[in-house]
Each structure stands twice: as structure tokens, then as C-alpha cells.
């Protein structure tokens, strides 16, 4: 079964720019050139970002190739299909990698156990909020993060890449 994503590299310092392209290839099956551009919400850095089409779980693929370099701002997305729920990858050099089950819409799909277990820590540990827990169960702070460099992406060009079966 295929399905649709998007890899956002938000910034990357350029000398990791042709390993990323490279880690991503590995994952993709097929050479992928990215075409990168300034990242005005870090100066310095580079972004870049490529739609693919691949067989359901390639999200989880790109982001553990990609989650190692300490330096590099990312997110994964890939579109739920006929036999998977969506995904999406968030990963910042400060606060590691978010992973989250998305549902048509993209929203978020917070799975019962998970939810269960957030009030639970809330009600069994007083400096523990129910506020915060949702927070980590929604990846706010990832979100919070990384949206000046979405925002600073707008505009930006992007590719479409189908992997090779």
C-alpha cells in the first residue's frame, strides 16, 4: 500500500546538507537532490523540503535516519492509507523527537491507553499538571519550536519524489 508525505528539513548547517540527501536516498531507494535554501529564521542554516509517495511506514524510516544529527531541525509527515493511521515526526536539537498517530485531517489521534495514563500520572503526582501532560501527549512544545521556521519556509519550493518498487 503507498501513501504521501513530506520531509521538512527546517534548518541544517550546510556541511550536513549532502549527507541528509544522502540518509533520505537510502530510505527514498532512488537519488534524491534537495534544493536548499537560506533559513531566515537561523541564519547560517539551510532548509529544504520534498513531498514523496513510498509504501505506508517510510515516514518512521526518514525520521530514524534522520533524528542522529544534533544539529537539525525536521519534521516527517506521512498520510494515513488503506492499512495505517497517518504519522508525523517532529524532531529539534533541544527537545529530541516527537512522534504522533495523525488521522485524516492531520489532526492528532491520542490513543486511549496513552490519554489514560497521562490523567493518571496527573492525579497520582501533585507537581504533575493534566495541562502538561496533554502538552507532551500533543507535542506543543515542538510545535512552539519549530513554527518560526515553518513560517520563515513559506513560499519555498518543493519537489515531488516517487520511490522506486
Same mark, same amino acid.
Given at each position: 500500500m503507498?501513501?504521501r508525505?513530506?520531509?521538512y528539513?527546517h534548518?541544517?548547517?550546510?556541511?550536513l546538507?549532502?549527507h541528509?540527501?544522502?540518509a533520505?536516498?537510502?530510505?527514498?531507494?532512488?537519488?534524491v537532490?534537495?534544493e536548499?535554501?537560506?533559513?531566515p529564521?537561523?541564519?547560517g542554516?539551510?532548509?529544504?523540503?520534498?513531498?514523496?509517495?513510498a509504501?505506508?511506514?517510510t515516514a518512521?524510516?526518514?525520521a530514524?535516519?534522520?533524528?542522529?544529527w544534533?544539529?537539525?531541525?525536521?519534521?516527517v509527515?506521512? !498520510?494515513?492509507?488503506?492499512? @495505517?493511521?497517518?504519522e &508525523?515526526y517532529? =524532531?529539534? +536539537? $533541544?527537545?529530541? %523527537?516527537?512522534?504522533?498517530?495523525?488521522?485524516?485531517?492531520?489532526?492528532?489521534?491520542?490513543? !486511549?491507553?496513552?490519554?489514560? @495514563?497521562a490523567?493518571? &500520572?496527573?492525579? =497520582?503526582? +501533585? $507537581?504533575t499538571s %493534566?495541562?502538561?501532560?496533554?502538552?507532551?501527549?500533543?507535542g506543543?512544545?515542538w510545535?512552539?519550536e519549530?513554527?518560526?521556521?515553518?513560517?520563515?519556509?513559506d513560499?519555498?519550493?518543493?519537489?515531488?519524489?516517487?520511490?522506486?518498487?
Amino acid at each position: 500500500m503507498t501513501t504521501r508525505g513530506v520531509v521538512y528539513i527546517h534548518a541544517a548547517p550546510p556541511a550536513l546538507c549532502p549527507h541528509v540527501e544522502w540518509a533520505i536516498s537510502g530510505v527514498l531507494g532512488v537519488r534524491v537532490a534537495l534544493e536548499w535554501t537560506p533559513q531566515p529564521a537561523s541564519p547560517g542554516a539551510m532548509r529544504a523540503e520534498l513531498s514523496w509517495q513510498a509504501t505506508a511506514g517510510t515516514a518512521a524510516g526518514l525520521a530514524s535516519v534522520l533524528r542522529d544529527w544534533a544539529h537539525l531541525r525536521f519534521e516527517v509527515t506521512e !498520510e494515513p492509507s488503506g492499512s @495505517a493511521e497517518g504519522e &508525523r515526526y517532529s =524532531s529539534t +536539537p $533541544a527537545l529530541g %523527537l516527537f512522534h504522533a498517530t495523525t488521522g485524516v485531517h492531520g489532526d492528532i489521534l491520542v490513543r !486511549e491507553d496513552r490519554l489514560r @495514563a497521562a490523567v493518571a &500520572r496527573a492525579a =497520582s503526582d +501533585p $507537581a504533575t499538571s %493534566l495541562n502538561r501532560e496533554l502538552d507532551l501527549l500533543l507535542g506543543t512544545a515542538w510545535d512552539a519550536e519549530l513554527e518560526p521556521f515553518r513560517y520563515a519556509g513559506d513560499g519555498a519550493p518543493v519537489r515531488w519524489l516517487h520511490q522506486v518498487v
